[in-house]
Each structure stands twice: as C-alpha cells, then as structure tokens.
C-alpha cells in the first residue's frame, strides 16, 4: 500500500524526517519498500512570469521570453511551447538544473543567435506525467521566485508492505496508530460528526442470508451535487495509485485508504425498488461490475441485490448499474461487515483483485460501520452538499469483545527480553488496548475492536491419529498460550525485536552426533562417487513435458500437474534421467556434445511417499575425450553399467550376490542394456545405450547411455566390524586361458564358473581378451582369462596346478560348453 | 711382482682401456680371470711349484688379479654410466604431450551449500531430515495454520495434482519444507532440532522465480526456547556460513501463519556492489519465529511445556549471495560451461575442520 506524507499528517502529528519515519515502521512490522521524494528531483525550479514573449528573429516556431523567477533580474530564454505567451506564469530551470523528464543538466545556450539562459518546463519535462502539449501554465496567483515542489504540494510517497494479518494496518489512521504508539508522533483522534436525519431513508436492509453480511448500516443523502472531487482528495487518491472518478466515488477511496473502512454508494434513482437485500447469489445470476467485466456467480458468493438482481458482490466490488456518476443527486452509502472467509473465496473464486476484498478478508473493525457511515455522510455533505436521511439498518454488531491475559515473565521467557511492566502496559494501551486488571504479575487487557489477530478464537486442524488424551492436551496448550503470545509480539514489536540480546544456542554436548541419516548418507555418497568419475552434477526440476515422461516410461494421470505453469512442465518425471536427457541435448544444440551427467533427485512413480523414488542417475553423451595417447570413442553401455556399479559399491552392496538380466525398460536399447538385481525381486539399478529412436526424438546427436540406480532398493549395510584381512603368505600365481565359446553365451557365465570351480584356490579370474574374428570358427568367440591361484598351506606343486586348472576349465565347459583353444 | 706379472696386468689394463662397451670388457674379463684366462691359468701352475716358491708366487699371482678384479671393477663403472646415459638419451619423450586425460566431474553449487549448512548446523546439534516431494496438502498447509481461505495460500502459487494423500487430503507439490518439520513432530517426542532442506515447487516464474527451488528450513522444540536463542542460532549461522565474522544481521518484526512473533532477517551487504558485510543496506535473507501455539497443537505437542524456533530460507538465494552469482535460471539448464564455472570438486566435501 501507498500513501502521501500528507495523508499520514492527517492522522498523525509528527515532526520525525522521512528516514526516521521508515526506519520505525520497518522496525515495528510495517515493512517499507519504496519512499518516492517527488520533491527532491524538482528543488531548484522555480515559478516564473513571461514578462515578454516575442517571435525569434531566425526560427519560426521559437519564441524568444524575457522571464523573470523573482531575483531581480531578468531571463533570456528561447522556447519552442506554442503557449509561451507574456504574462504566463510557469516553472523555470536555470543552468546546472538536471531536467528529469530528459535526463539533460541544463546550460547556458544560443538558439539561433539568441542566447538562453534558462528553460520554462513541461510537466513531462518534469517528470509530473505525459503532457508535453506546451509548457505548466499555473495560475494567476503563484507565487514567483517560490519552489515549485513546494507550491504544488509533491509530497513523499511511502509504499509499505502490510502482511496478512493486519487488516488494520491497511490505512493511514491505522499506521498512524501503530506509528504513535512506537513513539512517533501523536495520533489524531477520528471526528465523531453528528448527523441530522431530515428524511426516512429511502432503501432499506434487508439480510436474507446471514452469510451473505452479519451487519449492514446505510443511509441516502440527497441533493447532491457530484463532480470532480477537490484538489487534495484528487492528488491523495492519484499518490496511492488511484484514478479519481467523481467525489461520491472518490469519498469511499478516501474511507478505504484513510480508516481502512470500504464502502459502497449506490445511485438512489438506479435501484430497483425499496429494499437492498444481502442474500447469497443464485445459480447462473450475473454482475456487470464496475470493472467492465461480467461475472457468472455462484451460490457460495453473497450479494447486494435489489428487485432486478445483484448489484454488487459484497465486500469485493459494485455494479455498474447502480453506481455513483455526475447525473447522481441522491446517493446511499453502504457500511457493512462481510465474512473474512467468505469474501477471500469468492475473490479468490472470480479472480478480482480490489482494495475491498483486500481489507475485507483481512478483518475490518468490528465496531466502525456506523460511525464510518457518519464520517462519510458528512464527508458528503461537505463536497457535495444535499441532506442526510435517517439510518436503515440490518443485522447486528457482532462480538467482538475479547480479552487476553499476559504473565509479564513470559516477555522474557518467551520473547526473550524482560520490559518494564509499566512500559509493557503502556504499549499495549497505545495501541489501543484498554487495561481490565493489572498486577505486579499478569496484566488483563481488552481487545480493541480492530485487531481482529489478537485472541482470535481458535481453530485447529490437528493431526486425526494423534492419541485423544494428547489431542485434548495440545488443544488446551494452545487456548492458553496463543492470546500470551499475540501480546508478548505486540509489545516487543514496538521495541523492535532488533533489541531482543541474541542468545548463542546451547549445544548439549561437546562433539555433535552426525547430522545426516543413513539414508542421506548414501545419496551424498552416490552424488560424490558419480562426480568422481567425471559428471557433473545437476539439479533439474521434477516435473516434464507429458510425452517425456511417456517415453521414459511414466505419464500416469496421478503424477500430472492440474495447473502446470508451462504445458512442458506438466507431468511429474518417473526418472531423473528424462531430465538430463533435455540437458544434453541442450548441450549439444549450443555445440557441446560430449557430456556426462549426474543427478541424484526424485524419480515419482506414485503420488504415495514410497512412490517418490531416491534415485542416482548418469547420462554420458557423445564420445570420451579426445587425446593423442588413446583415441576418442562414442560412449556405450557398459561405460553406465560402470557408473551404476561404482555407486553400488560404494554403498556396500556385496557384488559378488547381484545378477545381471537383460530386462532393462524401454527407454533402453534391448540389446544393449541391464538391469542389476539382488535377488529375484530388488532391482538395483538399470543401466544401457538410450534407445537409438527415442534418441533421436530428444535430439541427442550422438551416442547417449544412462543408469539409474535405485538408492532406496539398496539394504542397509549391516554395520559390523570388518573381518580380519586375508593376507596369505604364500605368493599366489597366475594362469591365462583362451577359450572358444558360442557368442551369445555371456562373459559373466563363464567367469563365474572358473571362479566357482575351486574356491579354495581360485582367488580372481580376470577377462583380459575378447577376440572375435575370421580366425574362428562362425558363431564363436574367444574369452582369455587370467586365473589367480592363491596357495594357502604350502607352495603347489606343478602336479596340483594342473590339477585345479583342468578343474577350472571343465567346469567352464559344463556351464557354457567352452573349450580350450589349442 | 715378477716382471711378467706387471706385465700382464699392464696388458689387460690396456685391453680394458680399449673395450668400448660392456660387453666387450667381459670379453677382456674372460681372457684373463676366466676359467681358461691367462692368469688362471698361471694359478693353476702354482701347484706344481715347490712349496717354497708357491708361496711368493700365489701372493704374487693375488696381487696382480687383485688389481685386474679392481680395474674390471673401475672401468665397468665408467661403461655402465657411458651405457645407462646413453639409454636415458634414447629413451627422451616430449614431455609437453598432455597428460592422459581424466575427466573432472564436480558438485552442484545447491548440493554444496547444503552440505555446508549441514556442517554448520550439525555443530549445534540439528540433524538433517528428507522427505516427499509430493505432499498431502495437511503437512504443506494445514498442520501450519494455513487455513484454505488463507491469503498465503493463493491458486496461482501452489501445484496441484489430482486425486488425495492417505489422509483424504488434496496433493501438492510442497511449496516449503515445513511438511517435514510437520512430520517430526508427529514422529519423534521433543527435544526437537532439525533442518530441512530440500526441493519446493512454486507456480511462478520469471527472472527471480523459478517454478521449482531449494529451501532450508530448521526447526527447536524444547524446553526454555526463546526468541533469544532463535536471534543468536541464526546470527551463528549467517556468520558462520558467509565466512564474516562481523557480518551484520538485523531482525524485523513480520508474520507468518506459523510462527508467532514472526521476524525477518536482514544481513548488512552494499546494495550497489553486492559486497556483504558492509555497505550499510538490509537484504533480506529469510523468515523466522517462535513456532505458533496452533502448529504444536496440531501436532500433539503441549505449548505450555514445549516451545521453540523455526525458519527457512532460500537456498539458490545465500548460494547466489556467496558466490555471486547474478542469475537464477541457469542453476536448473545443466550447462556444463555454468557448472564448470560454479561447481566445486567432490574431493574436498565440506567440513567444518578445513572452513565451510
């Protein structure tokens, strides 16, 4: 919200410079977030009198004045306006003057021949709006030689930001409150005007719905005369931001910004009938508002109804119908209370925006209407003349009345900072709580009648499992601390909790346990292991395009967004590597292909929490790097079946127990992928070349692998002291082995059966060589192998290595019917 | 020495001196200390001799191999330093090949820092929690005091999805990380000391917005907690994190539907450099306050025995501040050129002990 100094002046006396001023209303909640000195730019421009203007020798659209700003001493000054004229009165720069409107510092000058020694200014030159159509032309009676800022009243605009629960705080009085009872300034009391009825009121309340409106006073005036409303209301109105209309409308602006109070003026002569109803809308029944727009209400939306239909939609905004214009001679003024929650979902519901709904869902003053109706009938009366009638009035004050109870040990027990009772008290009174009962212990206050935050009652949303017995406690905790609490903030706000001394929090032991859980352990572990192979770690969003997802094998209705913000934004991921899949291409379309990326985030295959997956993904594109020692080379598979493996060990899986299927999803090429599994059932982690269309679709021009390894698939590793180390004495030996095989028998067959032939002796088998070729018989491959053989008694005998190498080699042949090649 | 003596030993000298290479001086070796060489030859004639004689010939004879076995011994040190330097000359490669490239992978800057402020925060005793993603709209909103028709809680900020959690509730995509402070206390008994950092989702997006970002929040429930504590916690924390020992901290009244009295934070920085620490401007930092009587309530927990602290703050945002970097949107593009530039290496993790 923004307001003028002016405006504050009106509410609050205070002799505070600007600066002072924010730094309090920052201080005490009431955040400022811009001050606009309107005056300062302007300072050194005067008001100036044209004592001649005549035609320039040389130039046909000049003019050459002679113009006197009150020195003394007369101007030359050449000036394109085409209503410099003598005798104007206008506002003049001199040399050195930065013209904000053009952003040029001003000099002395010679305009064809003619010399300039000052400029007369437009407003746009002066960065007051858009008129440029000639110079300012002020009236007869300005001052000259006086500041124009000064003349002209351009006060400093403040824009502060109100949070939530301060409806009050939505008004300069209100602010002017709060501002006094900082110690800034002193509050000016609200006049009380006291109305004479000269006529019955010619609508009447009628409440059909109290849902609709608990409250509602109003009374016409007539007689009036409607137009422009006065210069001050005007500039008040154009500071806050607002267009000024006429002064019936102007007047509820005034009520609204001033008092935090909205109200509405209906045009007598437009309502159907005598009664204006508060009722709930009816179904398909619409509102041509005072927005232009048109709006299809609901039964859940209440409404100001006359005989032909809704002509507002209470507490958010007025119809065009029945509103306030220059024909207007008998206005009624609306002052009602509506529903905080009701008002926030129609708004809500209709998508208005109004300074209304803005109030009124934040919570007016329970006890203002009618003297709000007061105030603005004589408000009324005094721009636009005419007569007051008597009050209608529907419904009735509600009950508002409140109090709460502050133990002032609980400043410092809660608030951390112990206040002088006196002091405490004094702050609560200044913001207008009045003191019910008072001890050396406890002070017992009245709620004013617009703080609808303090002690509001309560309304919890308690978890339903909680144990009844502890639900009843928690409920009871709450109804006697909240109200404390409330006070306990109020009084240090006024402070500035910038006083409360900073407390270094106690550590109840001298070194900390680990801050991380197992489980974050491992996703730590899993980021730095794939960093440590070469990929750069990512954080991507969680959410794709719907045919992403699809792609990578998710896109159920139960995971898409209901209001994405972009339509490739709408579908949440059912793995983190659909996203740096979009990273690489991204990449390579800004000409780096080759990448290798890394991300360990959420893949969601259910909106259930196991269904949101922890996950460690790879995605290598394009080819290693290029060196002159080993040539480049488009990744593969086996590069992410790497990747996966790292992370698995890392985390303790005993790899020795995890099988490799080929049943990888189908993102994957299926021929060239995997998927690791302990067991039957666990599935640890997919790895394989991206699927060569679904590849090209993404736009990754090279060769493209991923893995994704499941973190929370993997067991917790038991946590046991690690066996003493096998270190034998003996020197172990090694045997190499060629073998011809089928090709399409897997490697890992055959390694497993040498290693499983003699475990007693057979310590690792290695593939060192994969030979396929025209040497070989069609169909067949050749596996070398190197066998380490580790003696653990004695040195072997040639005998018993023969004896274990013929061992190994025909359990070899039993598993994948290999043979030695001779 | 006899005369023929010093003259043999004179004559293998010389052929030592002429053996240009290793091989060639075993080859003088042979000749006279082999098994059919000159001087062992003369060795094997001693036994003929009579005693008397033997006895000043075999010293005479060890005398003269002596001093062959010695000049063997000198002259094969000079041909083996000629050898070895000749090889060493043979063997020179260009030592400015490039290494064998290993490929330097790294950390993300939003994974760094919330290893740091795990660091920082573990040091007072707080452990990390995680937690889902998608939420039912209870733990998001609800449980905090953030009734349906809350302002705070606008259409346009929240994602949806369809359908509800086990609660019956409707599913979001949490837009803090409160449902976890939620879900600590619903399962654990007070004492409480956590953070939570982690992904949040919000509709907007734009040059300071991003549709998805990373929040911390923490969360103390104790017994004697007070405002205090929450000023000092998170002034330890700002310090400590952005390396400034006097780094300015102010802390302004606010309000927030779960914590009361609510407060902001600002740190001192210069608004036109970017500079923090001094300047003499507030930037805003974060949110904080005393956890709200109706938020312990809802979670079971009894405000007249237990109270305490919570806050949260932006990740991307004390990242941005610290490293100074000027943009938002990049942090989510994988631009490897971006993440070379701001990434830090997965070998030295961060740890109190070496400085965060």
Not at chain 1, 33 to 42: F, H, I, K, N, W
Not at chain 1, 135 to 147: K, S, V, Y
Not at chain 1, 625 to 635: D, K, L, Q, S, T
Not at chain 1, 677 to 694: D, M, S, Y
Request: proline residues 7%; glycine residues 10%.
């Amino acid at each position: 919200m923004k307001f003028p100094l002016s405006w504050l002046r009106a509410h609050l006396d205070f002799d505070a410079d600007t600066a002072t001023l924010c730094e309090t209303l920052t201080r005490i909640g009431i955040e400022v977030e811009g001050v606009e000195d309107r005056a300062a730019p302007l300072a050194s421009f005067v008001i100036a009198r044209v004592i001649e203007a005549r035609q320039h020798p040389n130039a046909d659209r000049l003019r050459a004045l002679r113009v006197d700003i009150g020195d003394g001493r007369e101007y030359a000054v050449v000036c394109g306006a085409p209503n410099a004229r003598t005798g104007l009165i206008g506002v003049a720069a001199l040399p050195g003057a930065f013209i904000p409107g053009t952003g040029i510092t001003l000099k002395v000058g010679e305009i064809r021949g003619e010399k300039s020694e000052a400029m007369m200014l437009s407003a746009r030159e002066m960065g007051l709006g858009d008129d440029h159509s000639g110079i300012i032309d002020l009236p007869e009676d300005a001052p000259i030689g006086r500041p124009y800022a000064e003349y002209a009243k351009l006060d400093t605009i403040i824009e502060i930001k109100v949070t939530p629960n301060r409806g009050d705080a939505l008004s300069v009085h209100g602010i002017a409150r709060d501002l006094a009872a900082a110690g800034l300034g002193r509050l000016k009391p609200l006049p009380n005007p006291s109305i004479t009825a000269r006529y019955p009121s010619p609508l009447t309340w009628r409440i059909e719905d109290p849902r609709a409106c608990t409250w509602v006073v109003g009374r016409a005036v007539r007689g009036v005369k409607n137009g422009p409303s006065p210069q001050w209301l005007q500039d008040w109105l154009v500071a806050v931001g607002l267009r000024p209309i006429n002064a019936l409308v102007d007047v509820t602006n005034l009520f609204t910004y001033g008092l935090g109070r909205p109200l509405h003026v209906f045009d007598v002569a437009k309502v159907k009938g005598r009664t204006l109803s508060m009722r709930m809308a009816r179904p398909g029944e619409t509102l041509a508002a005072l927005n232009n727009k048109t709006y299809t209400l609901t039964e859940e939306d209440g409404v100001i109804a006359d005989e032909a239909g809704a002509e507002a939609l209470g507490g958010i905004i007025g119809g065009e119908h029945s509103g306030c214009d220059e024909n207007t001679t008998e206005c009624f003024i609306e002052s009602a209370l509506f529903d905080p929650v009701r008002i926030a979902l129609s708004g809500r519901r209709h998508a208005v925006f109004t300074d209304a709904r803005q109030r009124f869902e934040r919570g007016l003053d329970q006890a203002l209407p009618p003297r709000a109706l007061d105030m603005a009938t004589a408000t009324i009366m005094e721009l636009c003349g005419g007569e007051a009638s008597e009050i209608s009035e529907a419904g009735q004050e509600p009950n508002w009345r409140r109090h709460a109870t502050l133990r002032f040990e609980r400043l410092m027990g809660l608030g951390g900072m112990a206040v002088a009772t006196d002091d405490a008290v004094a702050r609560l009174e200044a913001l207008g709580f009045a003191t019910l009962q008072r001890d050396t212990a406890s002070v017992t206050v009245a709620v004013p009648s617009w703080r609808n935050d303090i002690a509001a009652p309560i309304t919890l949303d308690m978890d339903p499992g909680l144990d009844p017995t502890r639900a009843a406690a928690a409920r009871e905790g709450c109804e006697a601390t909240e109200a404390e609490a409330d006070l306990v903030e109020e009084v240090l706000r006024l402070g500035g909790l910038d006083a409360v001394p900073a407390v270094s929090l106690p550590v109840p032991f001298a070194v900390p346990p680990p801050a991380v859980d197992a489980k974050q352990r491992r996703a730590i572990t899993a980021r730095r292991i794939l960093a440590a192979r070469g990929c750069q770690d990512n954080v991507t969003y969680g959410f794709v395009a719907q045919a992403t997802a699809e792609q990578f094998g998710g896109g159920a209705a139960a995971l898409r967004l209901e209001n994405p913000i972009a339509s490739d934004l709408n579908q949440m991921r059912p793995t983190p590597v659909a996203s740096l899949a979009f990273a690489a291409a991204a990449n390579a379309a800004r000409g780096f292909a080759d990448v290798a990326l890394s991300e360990v985030g959420g893949g969601y295959r259910s909106t259930a929490p196991e269904g949101q997956l922890a996950m460690a993904c790879t995605l290598r594109a394009g080819s290693t790097p290029a060196n002159w020692a080993a040539p480049a080379r488009p990744v593969e598979a086996l590069d992410a079946k790497a990747d996966a493996q790292a992370v698995l060990e890392a985390l303790g899986v005993p790899m020795a127990g995890v099988t490799i299927t080929t049943d990888a999803p189908g993102h994957y090429h299926p021929g060239r992928s995997g998927t690791f599994r302990q067991g039957p059932k666990t599935v640890l982690a997919h790895f394989g070349e991206i699927h060569p269309q679904l590849r090209d679709t993404l736009g990754l021009p090279g060769a493209a692998v991923a893995a994704e390894v499941f973190l929370d698939a993997v067991p917790e590793p038991k946590r046991r002291k690690k066996s003493p180390p096998d270190l034998p004495a003996f020197q172990p030996l090694r045997r190499d082995l060629a073998l011809l095989v089928d090709a399409d028998v897997p490697a890992d067959n055959l390694l497993r059966a040498a290693r499983g032939a003699e475990r007693a002796l057979v310590s690792d088998v290695v593939l060192f060589d994969r030979y396929a070729g025209e040497r070989l018989p069609e169909g067949k491959v050749s596996l070398a192998i190197q066998i380490t053989l580790q003696p653990r008694e004695r040195t072997l005998t040639d005998a018993e290595i023969e004896a274990v190498v013929a061992k190994v080699v025909a359990a070899i042949t039993k598993a994948t019917g290999a043979t030695l090649r001779g | 020495m006899s005369d023929e003596l010093e003259a043999l030993v004179a004559e293998a000298k010389s052929a030592m001196s002429q053996a240009a290479n290793l091989r060639e001086l075993d080859g003088v070796r042979v000749a006279f200390l082999g098994k059919q060489g000159r001087l062992s030859t003369l060795m094997k004639g001693l036994g003929a001799l009579p005693p008397e004689e033997r006895k000043q010939r075999g010293a005479a004879l060890n005398e003269a191999r002596a001093s062959i076995d010695l000049s063997l011994d000198q002259a094969h040190g000079v041909l083996a330093t000629a050898d070895l330097n000749a090889r060493l000359l043979a063997e020179k490669q260009d030592m400015s090949l490039p290494a064998r490239p290993i490929p330097a992978g790294s950390i993300h800057p939003i994974n760094r820092t919330i290893e740091e402020l795990t660091a920082i925060f573990g040091a007072m005793g707080f452990s990390a929690v995680a937690g889902p993603d998608i939420e039912s709209d209870w733990y998001n909103f609800g449980a905090l005091n953030i009734p349906d028709h809350h302002p705070a809680r606008q259409d346009q900020d929240t994602f949806y999805l369809p359908g509800t959690g086990a609660d019956g509730r409707p599913l979001v995509l949490r837009t803090q990380t409160s449902p976890l402070q939620v879900r600590t206390m619903l399962g654990q008994e007070p004492p409480i000391r956590i953070i939570a950092p982690g992904r949040t989702y919000r509709a907007d997006h734009d040059a300071t917005h991003s549709p998805m970002f990373h929040q911390v929040e923490g969360l103390v429930i104790d017994r004697g907690i007070t405002l205090g504590h929450l000023k000092g916690c998170l002034t330890d924390f700002l310090r400590a994190f952005f390396g400034i020992s006097t780094l300015p901290v102010r802390f302004r009244s606010s309000y927030f539907p779960f914590t009361e009295p609510s407060m902001e934070v600002d740190i001192g920085w210069n608004r036109k450099t970017g500079e923090l620490g001094a300047g003499g401007d507030w930037l805003e930092i974060l949110g904080s306050g005393m956890v709200h009587p109706r938020v312990l309530a809802n979670c079971g927990i009894d405000a007249r025995e237990w109270q305490g602290f919570a806050f949260g703050m932006g990740i991307e945002r004390i990242t941005m501040l610290k490293h100074g970097i000027a943009d938002l949107r990049p942090f989510y593009e994988g631009d490897i050129r971006w993440l070379a530039h701001y990434a830090s290496s997965p070998l030295t993790p961060a740890s109190l002990h070496e400085g965060v």
